[in-house]
């Protein structure tokens, strides 16, 4: 039987490929109680996946009284010095990578945080996956808005309905259905329910070429029954 892989495999990385939500959400705890106001964790959840203008915008509602640029920067840097000091890579992410590199197929790194932190995300994984990277402060439109995975499989030359996106979180999740790709959902910080248009999985771990064959087979069967019954 002929194998059929994806033309593209299309990560984000927040809560996907590394477990820097609680980094987010310390470095904004910190900057918001700095000035003098409460975070909760409730608060933080209405961050997760988001855009950093929208987080920002959210911290500034909340009295922090910078400009969003101004808070979008600390926050970065925040991150980047928590990351630093310890990498929290997800489960299996590392492994899937590694086994989609081997196999040739490209990958893109598409992410709602800035180009520095996706850099520093990106260089510090042992290996170099990524043959593009898209980053917040690339796109017009952040996720959900389809833009970013749109840009990354035009970056790649592919066609994103026949490219598989990873995603954590309920906002990457709408972004990369939006863009026609086989969204793939491993829910991290934000739970995500059973729902057509993405294919839900628990974990990373354990998972290999083999699983993202069975979701291009599945797609491509679904769209098959659809056009016959058309």
Known sequence: MTKMLPDAVLWDMDGTIIDSEPA?????????????????????????????????????SRGVD?????????????????????????????????????????????????RSMAQHVADSIPFAPFDVIIAGDDVTHNK???????????????????????????????SAVAAGTMTIAVPHQSPLPEGAGYTLWSTLSGRGLGDLEHVVRGTQETQFQSTARA
């Open 66 to 114: 910078l400009s969003e640029a101004e808070i979008i920067d600390r926050l970065t840097a925040r991150v980047i010095e928590l990351l630093t000091v310890e990498q929290l890579w997800r489960p299996g992410a590392l492994e899937m990578m590694k086994q989609v590199q081997d196999a040739r197929i490209p990958q893109a790194l598409v992410t709602a945080s800035f």
């Open 144 to 174: 959900p808005h389809p833009e970013p995975y749109l840009m990354a499989a035009q970056k790649l030359g592919v066609d994103p309905t026949r490219s598989i996106a990873f995603e954590d979180s309920v906002p990457g999740t709408a």
């Open 24 to 60: 987010w959400m310390r470095a904004e705890s910190e900057l918001v109680t700095s000035f003098g106001h409460a975070w909760t964790a409730e608060d933080a959840q209405l961050t997760v996946g988001f855009g950093l203008w929208e987080c920002a915008g959210i911290l500034v």
